[in-house]
């Protein structure tokens, strides 16, 4: 089994910034692409950010220029880091990763979410 564990989630005020990581254990062999969604009250799940092994990245467009995806392969790990932060930003947040547990096997996994509540 793989384990997503999302950390970072808090609430901030309109303007500042906060840092989401991602870290997965488990039965790992190699992660291929890692990313960041979120979905808000009311709102469908949307893509935030992805990030491929080779570090390629993907952004959607309402997050360009405010957020940035990185990677540390040797942690298994992801961030988001997320500045100038707007009270529409509000939602959870949800890690996702496509996993390679064995040379010829791979899934999908998600973490559980991270809340982040944006006040104005």
């Known amino acids: 089994q793989v384990q997503l564990v999302e950390s970072g989630g808090g609430l901030v005020q309109a303007g500042g910034s906060l840092r989401l990581s991602c870290a997965a254990s488990?039965?790992?062999?190699?992660?291929?692409?890692m990313g960041w969604y979120r979905q808000a009250p009311g709102k469908q799940r949307e893509l935030v950010a992805t990030i491929s092994s080779g570090g390629i990245t993907n952004y959607s467009e309402f997050v360009k220029g405010r957020f940035t995806i990185s990677r540390d392969n040797a942690k298994n790990t992801v961030y988001l880091q997320m500045n100038s932060l707007k009270p529409e930003d509000t939602a959870v947040y949800y890690c996702n990763a496509e996993v390679r547990t064995t040379y010829l096997r791979s899934l999908t996994s998600w973490g559980q979410g991270t809340q982040v509540t944006v006040s104005s």
């Open positions: 488990g039965s790992i062999f190699r992660i291929n692409d």
